[in-house]
């Protein structure tokens, strides 16, 4: 595999643990909140742009191609996703967030899009392409990512909680949805 500056690419290929798989706050908490109050103050706040690779929507009709994708940090042992951050991002850039999955929903002309797509946003040679999935096992080696679940969480029966770091909008607000739910964690 050809040496890639890898630390200069805006976007890189990411994947969410399986243990974690299907559980965020946006699914924990209102969908009415999270549409009608979170996703346009993001939208505002962030420029309705993706704050990767910069697209735009030209017209209203496209503005839902720009996601939230929510920043997390897992805490294993506690079985805790930590909300840190939400990324105003557009759907192609979305999908290298989601890259096992990513790949295993898209049709051969969609996976060449996203090929160009990570080429453009990197300022890179098209060769990447033919090393992709070598450069992906690497970052998501050095994100800690791995496919097996850590020794001794089979035994953790309690549900995944969450926390929300103060700097995310409205995060009293998700906090109070995620109690009433029983699912807001403490160390306390």
Request: charged share 30%; with cysteine.
């Amino acid at each position: 595999m050809k040496n890639w500056k890898l630390t200069n690419f805006k976007l890189l290929p990411s994947a969410k643990p399986p243990l974690f798989h299907g559980h965020t706050v946006r699914k924990t908490v209102s969908a009415h909140f999270w549409r009608t109050k979170l996703r346009p103050f993001i939208l505002e706040q962030q420029g309705k742009k993706c704050s990767i690779c910069g697209w735009a929507p030209k017209e209203k009709a496209e503005l839902r191609h720009l996601h939230l994708h929510e920043v997390e940090k897992y805490d294993f042992a506690e079985k805790v996703c930590h909300l840190i951050g939400i990324q105003l991002i557009c759907r192609k850039c979305h999908a290298f967030h989601h890259i096992i999955r990513t790949e295993m929903v898209s049709t051969e002309q969609q996976w060449d899009d996203l090929m160009r797509h990570f080429v453009q946003v990197n300022s890179c040679s098209p060769d990447i392409i033919k090393e992709f999935h070598q450069v992906a096992a690497k970052i998501l080696q050095m994100e800690g990512f791995d496919r097996t679940e850590p020794q001794g969480l089979r035994e953790l029966n309690r549900p995944v909680r969450y926390t929300v770091h103060s700097c995310i909008p409205f995060a009293e607000e998700l906090e109070k949805q995620i109690r009433k739910k029983g699912l807001l964690y403490s160390d306390e």
